[in-house]
C-alpha cells in the first residue's frame, strides 16, 4: 500500500476505490456482489490476495468468492469455518478500529483450527513494518448502521493478504480497507434484499398463479357441476340470498340466473319445510326439503350447506349444494305405500287400519268422566289400572292426568305435552238406542258367497270382485273416512262423527251398493255382505275395537237365514 507522504497516489487510490465501490453497486446478483468485492480488494486496494467469507443462516461461515489465485480460488472456494473459530480469531491480536491484524508470532495457534486458508511462501520480515507471509488481516463487515462501527450484525469477513508494497498498511490503508468493508456490508445487504425480493415476487406470483388456477377449477367445477350449486350470502340483512347458481340447478328449477338472484332459498323452500331449512345449521349442515320450481310444482332435493371465505380475512359465503332426489322420493313412497297398502285393491292394509285406528285412542277410561281426578286417585290407590302402559307416575305414585284425565308423561320440557295437547277423547254413544252422541264407527265387512265365486270361477274372477267391492265401498263413504282390507274377503270402514242411527244407515248403504251384479270375463257373480258395527273409545286397543265389530258382525250373519246372506 503507498504510504501517507504519497498523496498523489493516496488519490489516485482513492479513485480506485471510488470505481470499485460503484461496481459493487452495480452487481446484478448476490454472487457477483460477493466475487466483485473481493476482485475489487485486488484492484482498488492494493492487495494480491482476498476472499470473502459469508455468514450462513446457521452462524457457521462459509467462503463465497476469492481473488487473487486461481489455485488457491479452486482449493478453499466453498469451503466452511465454523462460528466459534471465527469468532476465536476476530477477538484476538491488534485491533485497528474495526478491523483485526493478527502477527505471524501470534497466528501460528490457528495453524490447526477448521477455518479455510492458505499458505504462502516468503523470507521473513527484515524491518519491523514488513508483511510476513503468516501475517493475517480481517475486515469484519457488519449489516449497516453507523458509519465506521460494528453495531450491526456479522454478516461476512474480508480476509486479505500480501499487499503490493510489501508493508503492512498504515492508518490510510487501514483506514482504505475499513471504508471499504462497510460499503461492502451495504451493498451485500442490498443484494440479499434483491434476491430475498426477487424470492419473494418469485414465490407471490406462483401463489397468484397457484390461486388463479384453483379460482379457475372451482369456476369450472360450479359450472359445470352435474347437480345443482349455489353460493348465497352469509350474515348481514341479506342472509341467504342468492348470489349465483350453476345451469344444473337452473334447469332443475326452471328459473334463469338472473331470476335466481332476487330470491332466497327462504322464498323457494315448500311452506311446510320452512322449519326444517331454518334448523339446517350452514356448516356442513344437510337437509331433504322441497323447492319451488317456477311452473308452481315442487320437487325434493338434498341440501348440503359449506362455508366459504372470500379471502384469510374477507367475508364467509354459503356454498350450497343441491342434488334432486325426487325419483329417491317417489320411490321411498311407493315403497311406503305398498308397506301401508293392500297390493290388489289399494286400501289401507291391516298395520295402516290399526295405526290410523290407533292415533285416535288414549289411555283414558270411557267411563272416567273429564277433570275427575279424585276418583282417578281412587281407583289407582286400589290398582285398578296400576299396569296401563306408559304412564307416568308422580311422587305419591300416581300416574299423571291432565284435566280431561289423559294421561300423559310428565317431563319438564313443553315438548313432553305436545303429542297430547291438541287430542280429542274418543267416545262412543251409550246403550243401544241413540242418544245423539257422535262417535268413531268401525264397520266390519264380511262378504257372504264370495267363496263359491273363488271355487267355481277362479281366483282371478275373486280378485276382480275384490277390487269391484273396494271400489263400491270407497265411493259409498265420505272423504274422511277409511276404507281399508284385513285380508281375504274382509273390509273394515272407519267414519268419525256419527251416532248409532248414522252408523246404521251408512251400514245399509254400503250392503246395498255391495249386492248389484258384478261382471267378471263376460258373466254376471253377486255377493253379499255382512255388517258389524263397533265404536271406539279412549281406554280400548286397536284390536279391541275389531274384535267388538267382529264380534257383532258374525252376531249379525247369525241372525239372517243363510239363503237371505247372499242377494241372488
Known amino acids: 500500500?503507498?504510504?501517507?507522504?504519497?498523496?498523489?497516489?493516496?488519490?489516485?487510490?482513492?479513485?480506485?476505490?471510488?470505481?470499485?465501490?460503484?461496481?459493487?453497486?452495480?452487481?446484478?446478483?448476490?454472487?457477483?456482489?460477493?466475487?466483485?468485492?473481493?476482485?475489487?480488494?485486488?484492484?482498488?486496494?492494493?492487495?494480491?490476495?482476498?476472499?470473502?467469507?459469508?455468514?450462513?443462516?446457521?452462524?457457521d461461515l462459509v467462503v463465497a468468492a476469492f481473488a487473487g489465485n486461481s489455485a488457491a480460488e479452486a482449493l478453499i472456494t466453498?469451503?466452511?469455518?465454523?462460528?466459534?473459530?471465527?469468532?476465536?480469531?476476530?477477538?484476538?491480536?491488534?485491533?485497528?478500529?474495526?478491523?483485526?491484524?493478527?502477527?505471524?508470532?501470534?497466528?501460528?495457534?490457528?495453524?490447526?483450527?477448521?477455518?479455510?486458508?492458505?499458505?504462502?511462501?516468503?523470507?521473513?520480515?527484515?524491518?519491523?513494518?514488513?508483511?510476513?507471509?503468516?501475517?493475517r488481516l480481517f475486515a469484519p463487515m457488519y449489516t449497516p448502521g453507523v458509519s465506521g462501527a460494528a453495531c450491526g450484525e456479522l454478516i461476512g469477513v474480508l480476509s486479505v493478504d500480501r499487499p503490493r508494497n510489501g508493508r503492512r498498511p498504515g492508518a490510510w490503508g487501514r483506514e482504505a480497507l475499513q471504508m471499504y468493508a462497510f460499503q461492502a456490508a451495504i451493498a451485500i445487504s442490498n443484494a440479499r434484499l434483491r434476491a430475498n425480493m426477487q424470492r419473494a415476487l418469485?414465490?407471490?406470483?406462483?401463489?397468484?398463479?397457484?390461486?388463479?388456477?384453483?379460482?379457475?377449477?372451482?369456476?369450472?367445477?360450479?359450472e359445470y357441476a352435474p347437480s345443482g350449486m349455489a353460493i348465497a350470502e352469509m350474515g348481514g340483512d341479506q342472509h341467504g340470498r342468492?348470489?349465483?347458481?350453476?345451469?344444473?340447478?337452473?334447469?332443475?328449477?326452471?328459473?334463469?340466473?338472473?331470476a335466481m338472484r332476487r330470491y332466497s332459498f327462504s322464498d323457494l323452500v315448500h311452506p311446510e319445510d320452512i322449519g326444517t331449512l331454518l334448523r339446517t345449521s350452514a356448516e356442513g349442515?344437510?337437509?331433504?326439503?322441497?323447492?319451488g320450481r317456477r311452473d308452481g310444482t315442487y320437487?325434493?332435493?338434498?341440501?348440503?350447506?359449506?362455508?366459504?371465505?372470500?379471502?384469510?380475512?374477507?367475508?364467509?359465503?354459503?356454498?350450497?349444494?343441491?342434488?334432486?332426489?325426487?325419483?329417491r322420493k317417489r320411490r321411498e313412497l311407493q315403497l311406503a305405500h305398498r308397506a301401508s297398502h293392500d297390493a290388489l285393491t289399494g286400501l289401507p292394509n291391516s298395520a295402516e287400519l290399526r295405526s290410523r285406528l290407533s292415533s285416535r285412542l288414549c289411555q283414558r277410561p270411557q267411563s272416567l268422566p273429564p277433570g275427575a281426578v279424585a276418583?282417578?286417585?281412587?281407583?289407582?290407590?286400589?290398582?285398578?289400572?296400576?299396569?296401563?302402559?306408559?304412564?307416568?307416575?308422580?311422587?305419591?305414585?300416581?300416574?299423571?292426568?291432565?284435566?280431561?284425565?289423559?294421561?300423559?308423561?310428565f317431563r319438564s320440557d313443553s315438548e313432553a305435552y305436545d303429542a297430547f295437547d291438541h287430542h280429542v277423547h274418543t267416545i262412543a254413544p251409550e246403550g243401544e238406542t241413540d242418544d245423539g252422541t257422535k262417535g268413531l264407527a268401525v264397520l266390519f265387512c264380511d262378504l257372504d258367497g264370495f267363496k263359491s265365486i273363488n271355487d267355481r270361477f277362479g281366483h282371478n274372477a275373486g280378485d276382480a270382485v275384490l277390487i269391484e267391492v273396494a271400489r263400491r265401498l270407497t265411493n259409498g263413504v265420505r272423504d274422511g273416512d277409511t276404507v281399508a282390507r284385513l285380508g281375504g274377503d274382509e273390509f273394515v270402514v272407519l267414519a268419525d262423527?256419527?251416532?248409532?242411527?248414522?252408523?246404521?244407515?251408512?251400514?245399509?248403504?254400503?250392503?246395498n251398493a255391495i249386492i248389484p251384479p258384478i261382471r267378471v270375463d263376460g258373466r254376471a257373480v253377486r255377493v253379499g255382505a255382512s255388517f258389524g258395527i263397533g265404536w271406539a273409545h279412549c281406554g280400548m286397543t286397536a284390536d279391541e275395537v275389531l274384535k267388538s265389530a267382529d264380534e257383532r258382525m258374525y252376531v249379525e250373519k247369525r241372525s239372517r237365514p243363510k239363503a237371505h246372506r247372499r242377494a241372488g
Open 78 to 135: 466453498g469451503r466452511v469455518g465454523s462460528r466459534t473459530s471465527w469468532d476465536r480469531r476476530l477477538n484476538m491480536g491488534e485491533a485497528w478500529g474495526d478491523l483485526r491484524f493478527i502477527p505471524h508470532t501470534e497466528g501460528w495457534v490457528l495453524d490447526e483450527d477448521d477455518v479455510p486458508q492458505w499458505y504462502t511462501d516468503g523470507p521473513a520480515p527484515r524491518f519491523e513494518d514488513e508483511w510476513h507471509p503468516s501475517d
Open 285 to 291: 349442515g344437510r337437509a331433504e326439503l322441497r323447492l
Open 299 to 327: 320437487v325434493w332435493v338434498h341440501l348440503r350447506n359449506s362455508v366459504v371465505a372470500d379471502a384469510a380475512d374477507g367475508p364467509r359465503f354459503l356454498l350450497t349444494h343441491v342434488e334432486d332426489i325426487e325419483e
Open 202 to 222: 418469485v414465490r407471490l406470483e406462483r401463489e397468484q398463479q397457484a390461486l388463479r388456477a384453483s379460482e379457475e377449477s372451482f369456476r369450472q367445477a360450479f
Open 497 to 511: 262423527g256419527l251416532g248409532r242411527a248414522d252408523a246404521q244407515d251408512l251400514a245399509v248403504r254400503l250392503r
Open 375 to 409: 276418583s282417578l286417585d281412587a281407583a289407582y290407590a286400589h290398582g285398578q289400572y296400576a299396569e296401563l302402559p306408559g304412564a307416568a307416575y308422580e311422587g305419591n305414585g300416581h300416574p299423571a292426568y291432565d284435566g280431561n284425565g289423559h294421561g300423559f308423561d
Open 1 to 59: 500500500m503507498e504510504t501517507e507522504s504519497e498523496p498523489y497516489v493516496r488519490l489516485a487510490t482513492l479513485r480506485q476505490l471510488h470505481q470499485v465501490m460503484a461496481d459493487m453497486n452495480t452487481a446484478r446478483s448476490l454472487a457477483d456482489t460477493l466475487q466483485t468485492v473481493a476482485d475489487g480488494v485486488v484492484t482498488g486496494l492494493g492487495y494480491e490476495l482476498a476472499c470473502v467469507n459469508l455468514v450462513r443462516p446457521d452462524g
Open 242 to 258: 342468492i348470489l349465483r347458481t350453476n345451469d344444473a340447478l337452473c334447469r332443475l328449477l326452471g328459473r334463469p340466473a338472473s
